[in-house]
């Protein structure tokens, strides 16, 4: 009995030590390391452009998520709420690059899990108008979005969910929430 108990003690605190080690090979967002692409240090909350890192989102105008970009310029009036999970984009840096990871643990994004959802909106009066997009990682490279009633983007991605203010859906893939079905 006392050897079963010394046995586990040993495994549990080498574990607790590897586990330590583990994390510790991550920066987080509070550490101040990590930067955007434009070599902003981020931080905890939300940013000048609507990013809050930590929280996986983004809340803001649809040219703020570009940071003003000269081709954005026309979709100023557009309204953008963004959500994404850890897989997408981070909210740490485990391979030590001094940016937030993305696809951690994968070559790219396929298999990953990681999703992504978009709600647009503008105009005004009669003329308000919203879009809303579900966009999720292919399962595998050869995976036929079609198959399952969405659309393929950027290679990596199916498009599972769009509707359009006075449309309704015009895409609906027969899966369930955010493609976690595809992973199973």
Not at 22 to 44: F, H, L, N, Y
Not at 72 to 78: A, E, G, T, V
Request: aromatic residues 12%; glycine residues 10%.
């Amino acid at each position: 009995m006392k050897k079963n108990l010394l046995s586990t003690t040993l495994v549990l605190a080498v574990f607790l030590a590897i586990s330590l080690v583990v994390a510790e090979e991550c920066a987080t967002i509070q550490s101040g390391t990590i930067k955007t692409s434009d070599d902003r240090t981020i931080m905890p909350g939300y940013d000048i452009w609507g990013y809050n890192y930590q929280g996986h989102m983004f809340n803001g105008g649809y040219c703020d998520a570009y940071q003003d970009a000269a081709w954005c310029q026309s979709y100023k009036d557009i309204n953008l709420q963004m959500k994404w999970n850890d897989a997408w984009l981070s909210n740490s840096d485990c391979n030590n690059d001094n940016l937030l990871d993305r696809h951690n643990g994968y070559t790219s994004y396929i298999g990953s899990g990681a999703w992504l959802t978009n709600h647009m909106s503008g105009g005004s009066g009669k003329d308000k108008w919203t879009y809303f997009v579900k966009i999720v990682a292919k399962p595998t490279e050869d995976f036929s979005c079609e198959s399952i009633g969405g659309y393929s983007i950027w290679n990596e991605f199916c498009v599972i969910q769009e509707q359009e203010s006075g449309a309704g859906p015009t895409t609906k893939a027969n899966i369930p929430g955010l493609g976690k079905g595809l992973w199973m």
